[in-house]
């Protein structure tokens, strides 16, 4: 089962430069716990526990390392969720359905 983390970091509220700083070394944490990098997503097959366990272990980890320079990552984070890729909608892929009986364009 493939399970998906998404985070995004408030580049709105704080400076690019610290948030791509702080991005990359969360890539590089998240890859190395055997994640893979798609966008702002991380995928692992792993059940839905344990895939949140171990992204909040490296995000904890990088906190803890932050800490001592005086950076709290959670601050910069703007999204930190999770979710199971089976349940997902992509709709930039044709539906199968020929007919969902939605009327496109049309507002009543």
Same mark, same amino acid.
């Given at each position: 089962?493939?399970?998906?983390i998404v985070i995004n970091l408030d580049y709105e509220n704080h400076p690019p430069e610290i948030c791509s700083e702080l991005w990359n070394v969360i890539k590089l944490g998240m890859l190395q716990a055997g994640f893979?990098?798609? $966008?702002?997503?991380?995928?692992?097959?792993?059940?839905?526990?344990?895939?949140?366990?171990?992204?909040?272990? =490296?995000?904890?980890?990088?906190?803890?390392?932050?800490?001592?320079?005086?950076?709290?990552?959670?601050?910069?984070?703007?999204?930190?969720?999770?979710?199971?890729?089976?349940?997902?909608?992509?709709?930039?892929?044709?539906?199968?359905?020929?007919?969902? $009986?939605?009327? =496109? $364009?049309?507002?009543?």
């Amino acid at each position: 089962m493939a399970y998906a983390i998404v985070i995004n970091l408030d580049y709105e509220n704080h400076p690019p430069e610290i948030c791509s700083e702080l991005w990359n070394v969360i890539k590089l944490g998240m890859l190395q716990a055997g994640f893979k990098c798609d $966008g702002r997503r991380f995928t692992i097959n792993l059940p839905e526990h344990q895939a949140c366990v171990k992204a909040r272990q =490296v995000i904890d980890d990088i906190e803890d390392h932050l800490e001592y320079h005086r950076k709290h990552l959670y601050r910069f984070m703007k999204d930190f969720y999770a979710y199971d890729t089976e349940a997902t909608t992509n709709l930039l892929v044709p539906s199968s359905h020929l007919d969902l $009986g939605v009327k =496109v $364009g049309v507002l009543s």
